[in-house]
């Protein structure tokens, strides 16, 4: 009984002093990883790790050029004056 109540405790504790996870692109990733690792061989785990990392850098790369052509677009505010 002690022990389910101290993880019960030091779960409660890490999720109330833990920071948000922006994890963009990870849950597609792990999903579709996670997949072709259990045909590929019965590495699911290792396969969704690997696609959620890939997933996350994919997503990155994608808001780093939206936001790029976003400025890029965007009236010069120096040239309205």
Known sequence: ???VLFGVVSLGLA???SAPVFAAGCLKGAAVGGVAGHVAGHH????AAAGCAIGHH???KK?????QAAAASAP???ASK
Do not use: L, N, P, T
């Open 1 to 3: 009984m002690r022990k």
């Open 15 to 17: 999720m109330a002093f």
């Open 44 to 47: 699911g785990v290792v396969g």
């Open 58 to 60: 994919e997503a990155s």
């Open 63 to 67: 808001a780093k050029v939206a936001s």
């Open 76 to 78: 010069d505010a120096a």
